[in-house]
């Protein structure tokens, strides 16, 4: 993000704006509304992104160049879109979207009967969000950012279909099935996109555990393995979203681990100690993290029981996308499936209580996914999320901690 001289001559007129200070340019016109923050805006992509003499390391690839304050700028921007634009959009939803509550338990739906009508498709303005810091703070040339907004995107707009389903139609949203292939076909080409630009890489395209020096080489197989990682974490993610706040909490512990391990990815020196593999630019997929963390944590301003909004499939399916992608860029998805452990637990119950119900005709749980049993259960809503809360934030340490294991 270099601006051209006709972005620096909007400033201000000033050519050199990292060596100016924002007061200077905010004086040397009269500026008013909007323009008051797209100048702000420009002044800190310009001293951020491209310091005057930084050039040099930017061009060689070093990409913890002003990283952090990248990263935390990119942050506190998804937070304050979401939370500020939040009532705004919520209104808007409340009009067109609200959610209806059918699921196949009717002991479920009266235990959430105070959830129906509740404004849905929240994901899109906390992805809106997500995209928006990502187009201002990260180095929008690197191909993981390109890999990541095409992930979103696509998602994104999967899971909104899908909620306009439930709402334009009779239907519970689209087909299991159909959802499924859709699903599959945006995964394989986010992974053909992957193995495409990750092959010529070391270990571009392994399976890496750096704790017991695992290391297996997939090949052309990366694409189907890549498609699988981000299909589960898709729908391990959208069967979690079912409390408030539950699924955005530990998208913000997870997202966190992963923000950290990006960067420590794209740093060279960190990388060697650490025994991980070095990608250069993998820190710019920091930013992209840390923009996801910070517009979870505005959603859950309105997201906190008694919530004002859900995510919807909108906001669920892009979120655990963007976790794979992240993860799978930087060849730590195994550490995903233990940071994300939560998300993964879900589906276990799941898959474990349709087995066992075909199989023996009995369930092991009162109800799937696992958070499920203990609202049967009669425990507090708010206690079950703070608890699965808890776990996740453990889960997060281990999984970071455990690259020191070796």
Sequence with gaps: MVLDSASRATIGGVENCGGTSYVAIMTSRPWVGASH????????????????????ARAAGASEVFLTSRIALATLMAFLVVVLL??????????????????????????????????????????????????????????????????????????????????????????????????????????????????????????????????????????????????????????????????????????????LLAYVSGHSIFADHLQVPYFAGAGELAVVMGALVGAKLGFLWFNGFPAQAFMGDAGSLPTGGLLAVAALLIRQEILLAIIGGVFVVETLSVIMQVGSYKLTGRRILRCSPLHNHFVFRGDPETKIVMRFWIVAALLAIAGVASLKLH
């Design 86 to 259: 939040g009532p705004l959009a919520i209104r808007w939803l409340k009009l067109r979207f609200r959610e209806k509550i059918a699921s196949d338990s009717a002991t479920l739906n009266e235990l959430h009967a105070d959830k129906n009508d509740t404004p849905t498709m929240g994901g899109l303005f906390t992805m809106a969000a997500v995209l928006l810091s990502t187009v201002l703070f990260a180095e929008l040339s690197h191909p993981f950012i390109h890999i990541a907004v095409v992930a979103v995107l696509l998602l994104t707009g999967l899971g909104a279909w899908d909620d306009w389903t439930k709402q334009a139609t009779t239907r519970n949203g689209l087909s299991a099935r159909h959802k499924l292939v859709y699903q599959i076909v945006i995964a394989l080409c986010i992974g053909l996109m992957m193995y495409v630009e990750q092959r010529s890489a070391s270990l571009g395209t392994n399976i890496v555990w750096p704790p017991v020096g695992l290391s297996v080489p997939l090949g052309g197989l990366f694409i189907g393995w890549a498609a699988l990682v981000i299909v589960g974490s898709c729908n391990a993610v959208n069967l979690t979203d079912g409390l408030d706040g539950l699924a955005a909490g530990c998208t913000v512990l997870c997202g966190s681990a992963f923000c």
């Design 37 to 56: 923050f797209r100048a702000m805006i420009l002044w800190l992509s310009q001293f951020l992104i491209s310091p005057s003499g930084n050039d040099a």
